[in-house]
């Protein structure tokens, strides 16, 4: 008998899952920081003007980040892929990685987030 968790995404993609995760966290990463070293030297704002707004987007970056990548787990890996890859973060040959019923269900899942 085939167990919920394995029919969550296949043995396959997990182990594919488990490999673009952490080169998606470090470009997720980049991004924010290349955000950061904008918004910490916005011309025409103050210090304190700057702090806050640093402030801010870590706030908003750090839910993000966790929303993306805490926590992987096979039963939650498809939604989690779906998400990641709808920000951008993988590139094509990352995606071809994947079986092509797990792309049909991240292209499913992701035109459903917005």
Same mark, same amino acid.
């Given at each position: 008998?085939?167990?919920?968790?394995?029919?969550?995404?296949?043995?396959?993609?997990?182990? @594919?899952?488990?490999?673009?995760?952490?080169? @998606?966290?470090?470009?997720?990463?980049?991004?924010? +920081?290349?955000?950061?070293?904008?918004?910490?030297?916005?011309?025409?704002?103050?210090?304190?003007?700057?702090?806050?707004?640093?402030?801010?987007?870590?706030?908003?970056?750090?839910?993000?980040?966790?929303?993306?990548?805490?926590?992987?787990?096979?039963?939650? @890996?498809?939604?989690? +892929?779906?998400?990641?890859?709808?920000?951008?973060? +993988?590139?094509?040959?990352?995606?071809?990685?994947? =079986?092509?019923?797990?792309? @049909?269900?991240?292209?499913?899942? =992701?035109?459903?987030?917005?």
């Amino acid at each position: 008998m085939l167990n919920a968790v394995s029919r969550d995404i296949p043995e396959r993609d997990w182990k @594919a899952f488990r490999e673009v995760h952490p080169l @998606a966290r470090a470009r997720f990463c980049e991004r924010v +920081l290349s955000e950061i070293a904008s918004a910490s030297s916005a011309p025409g704002q103050g210090p304190h003007e700057r702090y806050l707004k640093v402030f801010q987007l870590l706030r908003d970056k750090d839910r993000q980040l966790a929303t993306l990548f805490d926590n992987p787990r096979r039963s939650t @890996a498809l939604g989690q +892929l779906s998400i990641i890859a709808s920000t951008g973060l +993988l590139t094509e040959e990352e995606l071809s990685r994947f =079986s092509p019923e797990t792309r @049909a269900s991240i292209s499913v899942f =992701s035109t459903q987030r917005i």
